[in-house]
């Protein structure tokens, strides 16, 4: 049964950082992407990041270039993105997410919340 767990999401005011953390079990994940995708109420699920397997190669939504940044833990199952200057629009349920590529993504976490107050 594979899991990711998702950690780091809460309040915070506009301008300031979060880092949320995701760790993947029960399954092997070796070439897969890990990312980030985000849903704010009303909206439609959202791409904001992804990581290649060797973490060479990232990619980011253009509305959280420059701002976030997504990165590989000491495991190759972990994933952190580190969000700054956050805006009030980047409030949502941030997921974490893994499969052979974006377009593909297999498997899903349960969702952490991050509200930014303006």
């Known amino acids: 049964q594979v899991h990711l767990v998702e950690s780091g999401g809460g309040l915070v005011q506009a301008g300031g950082s979060l880092r949320l953390s995701c760790a993947a079990s029960?399954?092997?994940?070796?070439?897969?992407?890990m990312g980030w995708f985000r849903q704010a109420p009303g909206k439609e699920r959202e791409f904001v990041a992804a990581?290649?397997?060797?973490?060479?190669?990232?990619r980011y939504a253009d509305s959280v270039k420059g701002r976030f940044t997504i990165s590989r833990g000491n495991a190759k199952d972990t994933v952190n993105l580190q969000m700054n200057t956050l805006k009030s629009e980047d409030t949502a349920v941030y997921y974490c997410a893994t499969g052979a590529s974006v377009a593909r993504i297999t498997y899903w976490g349960q969702g952490t919340q991050v509200t930014v107050s303006s």
């Open positions: 029960g399954g092997t994940f070796s070439s897969y992407v």
């Open positions: 990581i290649s397997w060797s973490g060479a190669v990232t």
